[in-house]
């Protein structure tokens, strides 16, 4: 138990809720039957395991669509929590999994450029966005419910100011707006780096307006996801996204029973798999696998794949969700620039040497290390392992075969 309150609190969990939580653990562990196929350590992890889930929620929670349509989302939070990008990342994945037509509306008119950025990532995700300078955020709020109503937009997502700190000023205004609008769903949006003042922020703007659930955003850091145990306990309000990267596709559905494996160090291995069938194109595979059975993979595949595991996300979010991986890469910078070099060396081949490897002799990998900005030492390492990688392909499929 000693070993698990300490993954807690590395985790960023509250002091006051591990410890509450290690009590809670420690009196359903103590005369427990520990399973044949189970070690006594590893029931009690089993333990931990459940009652972390149930802490957070126990399931997923969704957001709740208003039965005569549009539906009210009130975005609120601290400055600099990511509620912007967040609120629209989380417009496209409402679309994507709910068939809806979302629509943003500017109503932070203090911070600088705040409506130009609302407006930048609408256009990214192809999300119309509602804004009317720097008027009244009341009046914004009501006039973009009346365009919504007109212009066939089922979810209206209220983008509200924020402060460095929570003020008296922007308590009041907030209020006013959930007054004027009485939104279906107000989410509080909080960095999961900030730990301990995540939950001192959550606490305020529940008591002050009453939130419905919580955003998580800023996962893919060093934080392993402590603050969303410590909310959950303090305003008792479910997490109900979690934001994964800076990539506009890296929003989630909060999943307790993965922060829980998350938590404990155990890893997240069902949302990589999830991240990976994304992206994954079943005809592009089935032709891969042709050419590799012919041996002919060559580098327009290798980049190919390559992109394919770029758009799943940050490397260091990625190599997180793999079970001991976290411990393992403790104080690791992992770069995405990693792959940089490989896509200058694919990029400096002509399209013949590009899709014909064997063509590759002395003068061309000079050439092509030339253009690259590499040395030919590296140039030829590269090499080496495509051609390991190629016959280690091979083998796959051959034993598949049989």
Not at 134 to 155: C, E, L, M, S
Not at 159 to 188: F, Q, S, Y
Not at 215 to 227: F, I, P, Y
Request: proline share 3%.
């Amino acid at each position: 138990m000693r070993e698990v309150r300490l993954a807690l609190l590395e985790a960023d969990v509250n002091y006051k809720v591990a410890r509450d939580f290690i009590k809670t653990v420690s009196e359903k562990a103590v005369g427990t039957d520990v399973l044949e196929s189970l070690t006594p350590a590893q029931m009690v992890i089993k333990i931990v395991n459940q009652e972390l889930t149930n802490l957070m929620g126990g399931t997923n929670a969704k957001i709740t669509f208003a039965s005569q349509p549009p539906t009210v989302v009130m975005l609120v939070g601290l400055q600099g929590a990511g509620k912007t990008t967040n609120g629209a990342k989380l417009a496209a994945l409402i679309r994507k999994q709910n068939n809806r037509r979302p629509l943003l509306v500017a109503c932070d008119i203090y911070r600088p450029a705040a409506i130009k950025q609302l407006q930048t990532v609408g256009a990214q995700l192809d999300i119309p966005v509602f804004e009317m300078g720097a008027t009244d955020p009341v009046k914004i709020a009501k006039a973009a419910i009346d365009h919504a109503k007109k212009h066939g937009n089922d979810i209206v997502f209220l983008d509200t100011a924020g402060r460095l700190h929570i003020d008296t000023e922007l308590m009041d205004e907030l209020k006013n707006i959930k007054a004027a609008v009485n939104p279906h769903e107000i989410l509080l949006v909080v960095d999961a780096m900030t730990g301990q003042d995540a939950v001192n922020a959550a606490s305020a703007f529940n008591d002050a307006l009453g939130i419905d659930g919580v955003m998580l955003t800023k996962l893919d850091g060093d934080a392993r996801g402590g603050a969303a145990l410590s909310i959950r306990s303090v305003v008792n309000k479910p997490i109900k996204f979690i934001g994964t990267g800076e990539k506009m596709e890296a929003l989630d559905v909060f999943h307790p029973a993965r922060m829980a494996d998350r938590i404990l160090g155990m890893g997240d291995v069902v949302s990589l798999v999830e991240r990976a069938q994304e992206q994954y194109d079943e005809e592009e595979a089935r032709r891969i696998s042709k050419k590799i059975a012919k041996n002919q993979f060559d580098f327009n595949d290798f980049m190919g794949q390559l992109n394919q595991i770029k758009k799943m996300g940050s490397m260091k979010d990625l190599m997180g969700m793999i079970p001991g991986m976290d411990k393992a890469l403790k104080g690791v910078e992992v770069s995405d620039d990693a792959f940089k070099p490989i896509e200058a060396m694919i990029n400096s081949m002509t399209p013949a040497e590009r899709a014909n490897p064997s063509l590759l002799n002395g003068s061309r990998k000079a050439r092509i290390a030339k253009g690259a900005g590499v040395d030919i030492v590296a140039l030829n390492r590269f090499l080496k392992q495509f051609e390991q990688t190629s016959k280690m392909m091979r083998k796959v499929q051959q034993m598949r075969r049989r």
